[in-house]
């Protein structure tokens, strides 16, 4: 059956009234014409969605991209302050190392062979980077490349890092202090100071001399340190309380043995103030100066110092202020 060609006719006067205006549109185009303003509508309104979706999304974009940028040139700056501490730290490490030398050189140790820190190369920062935060600079200072770089065996001077100069700064000082720790031990057990804490003056040396008894050459061991009974007498040097005796010829005493062969003896004491296997700190007190024993003649204090054995000159041993040239003995 063909489609009935439906039409919609309008009709008007026109102006003058004259005469009739007919106008035929098949309704077939009229249908067309209404739905082509309706997707035009319809396109407008989507495209207007999208548009405005588009601004926001472009909006949010660019913000995003605000902020790393700045994120960007905060680690710069953190970069550079980092890089500048580093710097920092490298110069005092250089200082720390030369003290460290200066000190060796003083106690007569041999140079570490750890001595030198590296020089930079001009160019080259510590970090390995140049505040860049470019690909290759991030790529330096990446963890895994340091470590592996300073593991390497040393040869290369760049190639020792400031983290492995400062370890092996740390071993040297710490070696360094044991051995000034041992020599410190060895110099507390030396009998260094006078053995008699208050005014006093030596009234018989070390050595041959008339005895003031007989008249006779004999040989006196000790020092003969005459002061007022009751002068505190005291330890000359670390050590452990010996022997306490109350020997007939010199009287009450003690001695102290210091370790490394080097003993003291203290006699003529009116009073004894420690006892046997005590443990004694240099300048303790030991006693009190006296006259007894027979071989005293006033109150005084018979000091002597035993090496090996052996009876020494107590004066070698005395850091004398008033005797320029006097020096500590060394075994
Ligand atoms: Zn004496």
Redesign the pocket.
């Known amino acids: 059956m063909p489609q009935e060609r439906r039409t919609l006719t309008v009709t008007w006067q026109d102006a003058e009234g004259t005469g009739l205006n007919r106008l035929t549109v098949r309704l077939r185009w009229l249908q067309i014409g209404a739905g082509a303003v309706l997707a035009a509508l319809l396109g407008t309104v989507v495209l207007g969605a999208v548009a405005q979706r588009l601004q926001r999304e472009s909006a949010a974009l660019y913000t995003r991209q605000r902020a790393v940028e700045s994120e960007r040139n905060q680690l710069a700056r953190q970069l550079d302050e980092a890089q500048a501490e580093m710097e920092q730290a490298r110069d005092s490490l250089v200082q720390v190392r030369t003290e460290e030398a200066k000190i060796r050189s003083w106690l007569g140790l041999e140079a570490s062979p750890r001595e030198e820190l590296p020089p930079v190369p001009p160019g080259e920062d510590i970090a390995g980077g140049k505040g860049s935060l470019g690909d290759e600079g991030l790529e330096a200072v990446s963890p895994g490349a340091r470590s592996a770089e300073a593991e390497e065996p040393s040869g290369l001077p760049s190639d020792l890092g400031l983290v492995a100069a400062s370890r092996s700064l740390a071993a040297d000082l710490a070696d360094l202090a044991v051995y000034v720790e041992k020599q410190k031990e060895g110099w507390d057990a030396i009998p260094a100071i006078s053995p008699v804490d208050g005014e006093h003056w030596v009234s018989?040396a070390f050595g041959w001399r008339a005895s003031p008894f007989t008249g006779a050459r004999e040989f006196?061991n000790?020092l003969?340190m005459a002061g007022r009974k009751g002068t505190p007498v005291v330890a000359a040097a670390n050590g452990r309380v010996d022997q306490v005796f109350d020997d007939s010829a010199l009287g009450q005493g003690l001695s102290i043995d210091h370790g490394n062969g080097i003993r003291t003896i203290y006699g003529h004491l009116e009073k004894v103030l420690v006892r046997s296997g005590e443990r004694l700190s240099r300048g303790e007190p030991v006693g009190l100066m006296g006259s007894t024993g027979s071989r005293s003649t006033g109150p005084h204090l018979?000091y002597a110092v035993k090496v090996d054995g052996q009876y020494v000159n107590p004066r070698n041993y005395l850091l004398d202020r008033t005797q320029p040239g006097t020096a500590v003995a060394r075994k």
């Open positions: 018989s006196h000790g003969d018979h």
